[in-house]
Each structure stands twice: as C-alpha cells, then as structure tokens.
C-alpha cells in the first residue's frame, strides 16, 4: 500500500496514469472516428447508430469513464507541466538559441496542443451534443437527426475550416503522445522504430479519419 | 581564426547573471573548446580582467567534469562528444559563440559557467550501487551474462554523469542519468538482490531535487555525450512497476 502511494506520487508514477488515460483517450477518439465515418453511408445510418449509443444506459457508465479519464489526464499534465516549469526556468536575458540537438516540434508543444484539444473538445460538446435538438424518424422510430446538425455546420467556411485546424491539432497531439505513452508504461522506448511507426499510423487514422468528415459535408452534405 | 563570444557572467550564485561580449583574435582551429578558453582567459588575465570560470578535469570525455550550453547545444553542436572534444575547427572564423552553463533549478549556477551538479552525487547515493559484499572476484565462467546483455549494461554505464540530459530538456529532467544509473545495475545478476530499493530510492531523491519529469522528447538522447539510449528511460519506468507491484 506505502509503495503504491509512493509510486502514484512519483513522477515516473504520474507519467504512468497520463500515459495509460491517454491511451485510454487515443481508444475513444479512435472509435469515435470509425463511428462518424457512417455519415458516408448516409443520414439514416449515421442517426441511427447515434440513437443506439445512446438509447443504452451503458452510455452513462462510458461517459463517467470517459471523463474521469479526461479529468485525470488533464489535471495531472497541468500539474505536471508547473513543475517542469519550475524545473527550467527561463530567464528573459537568456537569448534565444537555435540548438541543433533538439527534440521534435510534436514532443515540445504537448501541452499547448492538449489545451487546444480541450478547448476544442468543450465547443464540440456544446455544438453538437448539447447543440439544436432536430428529431426524425427512421423506420417508425422517433429519434435525434445529428446528421442534420452535423450537415449544418459543416456548411459554414468557418467552422469547417476552424475545425479542420482542430485536427491538425489533434493529429499533432497523437503524432507523439500514442507512442510516448509506450515509454510511460516501460514498455517500449518512444524511439523504438515500430513504436514510432505504429504512434505515426495511429495518427495518420485517426487525424486523417476526422479531417475528410468536415471535407465531405461542405461539399456533398447540403440537404 | 576570429571569433566573437557571447558569455554568461556571474559573480556568485546570488548574484544576477548577465552576457557579456568577448573577441578572441588570434584562436587557432586546431584548438579545443576548452583551450580557445583557456586561451581567452590568459589574455583576460593580462589585462588585469577576471577570468572565466568554467568546470573541466580530464579533457578526454571520460570525467563528465565539462559542461556548457554552446549556441543552445549542451556540449556543443556535434553530436557524441563532449565540450572538451569539440574543436574550434567546427566553428568558422568570424563565427559569434554563445556561452552559457547548463540551466536548471537542481543545478544551481556556482560563478559564470560553473553550476553546482552535486544533486546527481546526492541521486547515487540514494541507491546506485551495490552494497553486498562481493568478496574476492569469482571464476570469470561462473556467472553466466549473455552477450547482449553485457553490451546494454556497458552501454548504460558509459554515463558519465555530466548533466548534459538535464541541459537539454525542456523539464531539466534528470531521468535519462538516472535510468542509465539503474540499468547498468538492474540488467546484471550483481544488481538484482537490491534491484527494487535502488531505483525507489533514486527516483525518489530526483524528484525531491526538483528535476522535471519526463515528455518522452528524446531531446536528453540528442545531446547526451555519451549517447545514452531512451529505451534506458523505459525500462527505468518498468524496474519502477516491478518494485511496486511485483517485489
């Protein structure tokens, strides 16, 4: 008990629960893409697999996980990333240097692209889950026509423009974070060359999936 | 050849730090980092000036005494060397240098280029080493160490503690030194009996010296000297798991 409370307060210990939340986190996005990608087999298809999600009370056990995992995550990289302030402080008459042994643009930006991601993540929420309630009926069943909502926003420059950025982000996130998590975990350096690949691929999926959704509804989802 | 440096200044460690500029005119190529220096501060001392203080011991890259953030590179911009195996004729003549120690709050400055790494002394002996008594050296075939894992043992013991690693991360994160002190003990049977209380008690005594943790940037691997592995960083995180949850 005294050392699994000395490992949870180490920092080799924290980095653990950032890495297995985050992979956790990397599950979601993941199976959110694959899920969203129904919108190509149509408005039907898309509602529908949206009402079945969330017509189980399954739902509220996922969405408690989803956002312990979401708050772990978020709270120990914040607390984190102030000490690792700490640790290197920048004085202002340090010139600033252009070093030639330095590490990748991804792995230095993390928690400036996680905060973005969480910015995004909350106006995500409140544009489509907690966004205008239009109802359809597929098959003589009453249900929620997201795909309507999602069509809507999409047809604004703006937004998918804004949100096409927000993948980028995303991408960035994931590009380093899914395999640095292997690192965390002792399981596999981040610079092995198959961990690497496998965290590049994991990205590309997952980047590329949500990047041609927005892409698709400007162009072919106009009612 | 000419050259213009730009070098940190610092009375003591209360004291606040400034840059200041230097030209040394006549530094040959064949120099090292150190001896253009040395050289610098023989004319400093001419002129009656205080000369630069700067840390160096064995000027062959094994001590681990040198250090130095040279244009933003610890230990320079060649990779696998430290500062005192880097000669002026990387450089070009007329080039500006900037000069700086090594930067982190575990690793106070001392007087200009000088800081203090004792913390990595007091992280050592918070458990890396051995303390069973071994007696006379046994039979050379009766422990049995397959060749691989001699080679990575050997390869996390060329460490020499510089502070490089520290240097260059971004979270001043000591845990590529400290997963190298870890492996270098825990991958071999002498190692094995203390295996859990060792790197218990070193990650504890980094964390209460106030390094950062580690973001997995690899940056400590591209300056380190002595080109320490990452894969040392994960299996410190593993021999962490193993003394928390398997011992």
Same mark, same amino acid.
């Given at each position: @008990?005294?050392?699994c409370k000395s ?9 653990f ?9 990397s599950g979601f ?7 969203n990608?129904? @919108?190509?087999?149509?408005?039907d298809?898309y509602?529908?697999?949206?009402h079945?999600?969330?017509?189980t009370?399954?739902?509220y056990?996922a969405e408690?996980g989803?956002?312990a ?5 978020l709270?120990?990289?914040l607390?984190?990333?102030?000490e690792?302030?700490?640790?290197? %402080?920048l004085t %202002?008459e ?6 030639v042994?330095k590490a /990748?643009f991804a792995?230095? =930006?993390?928690? $400036?692209?996680?905060l973005?991601v969480?910015?995004?993540v ?7 889950k907690?966004?205008t ?8 069943? &009453?249900?929620?026509d997201l ?5 809507e926003w999409?047809? &604004? ?7 096409l950025?927000?993948m ?7 590009s ?7 690192? /965390?975990l002792g399981? #596999?350096s981040v610079?092995?060359r198959n961990i690497?690949?496998l965290?590049w691929a994991?990205a +590309? ?8 959704q927005?892409l698709y509804m400007? $162009?072919?989802?106009?009612? | 050849m000419?050259l ?5 200044r610092q009375k003591?460690p ?16 064949h120099m090292?980092f150190?001896?253009?220096l040395?050289?610098?501060?023989? =004319?400093? +001392?001419? &002129?009656?000036?205080e000369?630069v203080q700067f840390?160096?011991? *064995?000027? !062959?890259?094994i *001590?681990? =005494?040198c250090s130095?953030m ?5 230990h320079g911009?060649?990779t696998?060397?430290a500062?005192c #195996?880097l000669?002026?004729?990387?450089f070009n003549d007329?080039?500006t240098?900037?000069?700086?120690p090594?930067r982190?709050?575990?690793f106070?400055?001392?007087?200009d280029?000088c +800081?203090d790494r004792?913390?990595f002394?007091?992280i050592?002996?918070?458990?890396g080493? *051995? ?5 006379n050296?046994?039979?050379?075939n =009766?422990?049995?160490i397959?060749k691989?894992t001699a080679?990575?043992? @050997?390869?996390?013991a060329a460490c020499?503690?510089?502070g490089? *690693?520290v240097?260059a991360?971004k979270?001043?994160?000591a845990m590529?030194?400290?997963?190298? &002190?870890?492996s ?5 049977p #002498?190692?094995?009996p203390?295996?859990g209380k060792? +790197?218990?008690g070193?990650v504890?005594?980094m964390d ?5 943790s580690?973001s997995n940037?690899?940056a400590?691997?591209?300056a380190? %000297? ?5 894969e ?11 003394a928390?949850f398997v !011992?």
């Open positions: @008990m005294m050392k490992f949870l307060t180490s920092s080799v210990g924290q980095k629960l950032v890495a297995i939340t985050g992979l956790g986190l996005v993941l199976a959110h893409m694959l899920g990608l129904l @919108m190509f087999v149509g408005a298809a509602n529908l697999y949206g079945k999600l969330t017509s009370p399954l739902i056990v408690v989803l956002i995992f979401f708050l772990t995550h709270g120990l990289t607390k984190l990333t102030r690792n302030r700490t640790a290197r %402080p %202002p340090q010139l600033p240097s252009n070093p042994k /990748s792995s230095r =930006s993390m928690a $400036l692209s996680g973005m969480f910015t995004f909350i106006l995500h929420l409140v544009t489509f907690f966004g309630y239009y109802e359809t009926e597929v098959d003589g069943v &009453k249900m929620r795909y309507r909502l999602v069509a999409f047809q &604004k420059e703006w937004y998918a423009g804004f949100y950025v927000c980028v982000i995303l991408f960035t996130h994931l380093h974070g899914f395999s640095a998590a292997f690192q /965390s399981l #596999q610079h092995n690497k690949r965290g994991f +590309v999926i997952v980047g590329g999936g949500f990047f041609i927005p400007y $162009l072919w989802g106009a009612p | 000419k213009h440096l730009k070098i940190w003591g209360k004291e606040t730090g400034a840059f200041k500029d230097y030209t040394v005119d006549n530094a040959s190529e090292s150190l001896e253009m040395d050289f610098l501060n023989t =004319s400093l +001392v001419q &002129k009656g000036e000369a840390d160096h011991d *064995c000027r !062959e890259g *001590c681990g =005494s130095l040279i244009n933003g590179n610890p911009p060649e696998g060397t500062t #195996q000669h002026m004729r990387k007329g080039d240098i900037v000069i700086e090594f982190a709050k575990a106070p400055i001392l007087r280029l +800081v004792t913390a002394d007091r050592m002996a918070a458990g080493f *051995c303390s069973i008594n071994t007696g050296a046994p039979e050379a =009766s422990i049995l397959g691989e080679e990575k043992a @050997m390869d996390s020499i503690g510089c490089a *690693c240097a991360c979270n001043a994160s590529l030194f400290v997963s190298a &002190k870890v270098q003990m825990a991958l071999l #002498q190692g094995d203390e295996r060792r +790197v218990r070193m504890a005594q209460q010296e106030m390094f950062g580690c940037t690899g400590c691997e591209a380190c %000297p002595k080109e320490i592995k990452l040392n960083i994960a299996r410190l995180n593993r021999e962490m798991l193993r928390t !011992e």
